[in-house]
């Protein structure tokens, strides 16, 4: 059974930091790109970051780039997002996924269930 358990999430300052994790189980990490989507109260869900397990490769969507830092840890079968001078605008419900074809723009195979991140003004 494939799972994707999310934590991490919680309350922050705005200008504070957060990590999330992303345990991941039921498949074999190394060969899928694992990312962080989010979606915040009336708005669609966006990609947030993607990190190909294979080769350590990351994308970043541009709204978090130079605050945000995806990582994983492939003997721990776990993908991280370091957060860093958080917005309010980053106030969503954060979701970990996993692509067997990496980070493309092909779709997530595999979704967690997410945590909640509330960025306070």
């Known amino acids: 059974e494939v799972q994707l358990q999310a934590s991490g999430g919680g309350l922050v300052q705005a200008g504070g930091s957060l990590r999330l994790s992303c345990a991941a189980s039921?498949?074999?990490?190394?060969?899928?790109?694992t990312g962080w989507f989010r979606q915040a109260p009336g708005k669609e869900r966006e990609g947030v970051s993607c990190?190909?397990?294979?080769?350590?490769?990351?994308y970043y969507a541009d709204s978090v780039k130079g605050r945000f830092t995806i990582s994983s840890d492939n003997a721990k079968n776990t993908v991280y997002l370091q957060m860093f001078s958080l917005e309010p605008e980053d106030t969503a419900v954060y979701y970990c996924?996993?692509?067997?074809?990496?980070?493309?723009?092909?779709?997530?195979?595999?979704w967690g269930k997410g945590t909640l991140v509330t960025v306070s003004s």
């Open positions: 990190i190909n397990n294979s080769d350590g490769s990351t």
């Open positions: 996924a996993a692509a067997k074809t990496g980070c493309t723009d092909s779709g997530m195979d595999y």
């Open positions: 039921g498949f074999t990490f190394d060969d899928y790109g």
